[in-house]
């Protein structure tokens, strides 16, 4: 009989456990995603608050370039990070024109991997950064398994999701942390959620910028610094050219501009967002799912994309 209680204990204390767990996260997940958006105003402007530059990586179309038109338009001077020289002039001329501040471009290619960074350094020297965001990204060309993705786009992810955000981040801390303030903003992506299976290189990559962001924020949140976790969900932009269904777009899946004016807000105010409502109620009902499930629904879900790009490749070679 006593054995029979024990064992009745333990059960509830499970049971418990769990329900308290799985509750728990739900409502960590509400606040955390959803409750940027309808937060006041902030009291102080981004540029008060962290310094006076801004220095964005791939900022010469997609969201890279909406973030620099955003800080801009809050009065940051920005560094523009891009590896094709025209697309820069072209994207700091854009922001003279519309805000009054100042731009420096950079050219830097991060697929080529840590040979880029000395002269990145030498040129930021002088500049108090007070927001990096180190926003480039390299995606497949279209969903493939592994051993059809060439070996050198493979490396290439690596270099520019998982190399430029270390190297970057590494590169601008020090003198944040000697000014006691700064933010640094990293974007990762909702494949971090779970293997996906026909983009495993570019998902385990993300996953790379979840847990490095977590565990720097840790380290530095005493000294002043902000360390903020953006793990979009599908926005409509060149990333995703193998699909005509994403380019066209869909409130689910919105341009770049719509997609950073929200995702903007919850710079240093929140830790860790999807950056837009819409992609934070996806997300919430996505982790719900066991990871197994999540795993089986991002293979569908890529082997319909790699078809759809199949279909495109054999009607324009007709
Ligand atoms: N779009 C999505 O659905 C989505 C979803 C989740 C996460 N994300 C993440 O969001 C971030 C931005 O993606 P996006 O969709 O805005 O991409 P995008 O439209 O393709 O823009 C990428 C930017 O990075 C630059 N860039 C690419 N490779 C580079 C390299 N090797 N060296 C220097 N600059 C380089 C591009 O330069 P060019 O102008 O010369 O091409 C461009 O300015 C990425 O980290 C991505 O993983 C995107």
Redesign the pocket.
């Known amino acids: 009989m006593l054995v029979v209680y024990a064992l009745a204990v333990i059960g509830a204390i499970v049971v418990a456990a769990y329900l308290i767990d799985s509750l728990w996260s739900v409502l960590e997940m509400i606040t955390s995603y959803l409750m940027p958006y309808f937060l006041p105003a902030e009291v102080l402007p981004l540029a008060k608050r962290f310094g006076p530059w801004a220095v964005i990586?791939?900022?010469?179309?997609?969201?890279?370039?909406?973030y620099a038109l955003e800080l801009a338009q809050r009065g940051l001077n920005v560094v523009l990070?891009?590896?094709?020289p025209d697309?820069l002039k072209s994207v700091a001329e854009e922001i003279e024109k519309l805000h009054s501040v100042k731009t420096k471009t950079i050219v830097?290619?991060?697929?080529?991997g840590t040979e880029?960074y000395e002269h990145i350094e030498k040129e930021l020297k002088d500049i108090p950064i007070g927001i990096l965001v180190?926003?480039?990204?390299?995606?497949y060309d279209y969903p493939m398994p592994l051993c059809e993705i060439p070996a050198t786009q493979a490396w290439?992810i690596i270099?520019?999701?998982v190399v430029?955000v270390t190297s970057m981040t590494r590169m601008v801390l020090p003198a944040m942390v000697a000014r006691g303030r700064g933010a640094v903003v990293n974007?990762?992506?909702?494949?971090e959620l779970q293997p996906l299976p026909l983009m495993a290189v570019?998902a385990a990559t993300?996953v790379y910028?979840r847990n490095f962001t977590f565990a720097v924020r840790e380290e530095y949140a005493p000294q002043g610094i902000h360390v903020q976790h953006v793990?979009?969900?599908?926005?409509?932009?060149?990333?995703?050219t193998f699909s005509q269904r994403?380019l066209d777009g869909n409130l689910l899946?919105p341009d770049?501009k719509t997609y950073t004016r929200y995702a903007i807000c919850t710079l240093g105010r929140v830790q860790t967002t999807t950056g837009y409502w819409l992609h934070g109620i996806q997300y919430l009902f996505i982790k719900l799912a066991p990871e197994w499930i999540r795993i089986k629904i991002g293979a569908h879900m890529n082997r319909g994309f790699r078809e759809e790009h199949m279909q495109n490749v054999k009607i324009k070679a007709q």
């Open positions: 990586t791939g900022s010469t179309d997609g969201i890279g370039k909406q990070i891009s590896r094709n697309k830097a290619d991060f697929a080529k880029v180190n926003n480039v990204g390299k995606q290439e270099n520019v999701n430029a974007v990762s992506s909702g494949s570019y993300k910028v793990s979009p969900l599908f926005v409509s932009t060149k990333m995703n994403l899946v770049a």
